[in-house]
């Protein structure tokens, strides 16, 4: 994946998009079936879970603005602050932000949660994060003695693309949180331990 290839994939012709569409039937699917290990999932259990869903601050390699519409997570209890190079790995985990914001909410139970850098963009949202939901969400489901609720960043495109798939869980089973809203749990926290910044 790199800038050419996006570029074909997002292209407005027809022929780029065939050719973009068959390099990745015969070679990317090869390297994902034969070679990619499924994402771990972590539970993080305590009184005292803190989740906060944030912007992520990125400047684009080429141009050196930021680029707006990515998103982050910090993840921590007393003993465990989760982190790109901690372990367990948290590709999308940032530090608490100085000073801690107020707890919006206290939440008793068993929950789940998922963002991605480029959850807010419609495209990557698509075809980069929801793979990865969707495969956290299968493995989380209701099982026999957890039926957990869902904590994820209410941004339109993801939030839209969620509800259209599923309105039930949607709007049911999904705690839609604002940017920069800090939830204390006192239960259990799942996520993925997500290998890449997609």
Not at 142 to 152: A, E, F, G, H, S
Request: charged fraction near 20%.
């Amino acid at each position: 994946w790199n800038f050419g290839s996006a570029a074909n994939f997002h292209s407005s012709s027809v022929k780029s998009r065939e050719d973009y569409s068959k390099y990745m039937k015969k070679y990317h699917l090869q390297t994902v079936l034969k070679y990619a290990p499924p994402p771990k999932i972590f539970t993080m259990t305590s009184s005292k879970i803190n989740l906060i869903l944030t912007d992520y601050k990125f400047l684009h390699p080429r141009t050196g603005k930021d680029m707006p519409g990515m998103h982050a997570m910090s993840l921590w209890n007393e003993t465990l602050t989760l982190a790109p190079f901690s372990r367990p790995l948290c590709a999308i985990c940032e530090e608490p932000p100085t000073p801690l914001p107020p707890i919006k909410q206290t939440l008793t139970g068993d929950f789940v949660t998922f963002t991605a850098y480029w959850w807010g963009r419609y495209g990557h949202a698509t075809h980069d994060s929801l793979p990865w939901f969707a495969y956290l969400k299968e493995m989380t489901f209701d099982t026999p003695d957890k039926k957990p609720m869902y904590i994820l960043l209410d941004v339109r495109n993801a939030k839209d693309i969620i509800t259209a798939i599923d309105p039930d869980f949607a709007n049911s089973r999904v705690i839609w949180a604002n940017l920069n809203d800090r939830y204390e749990i006192d239960g259990t926290l799942t996520t993925l331990e997500i290998p890449s910044t997609r």
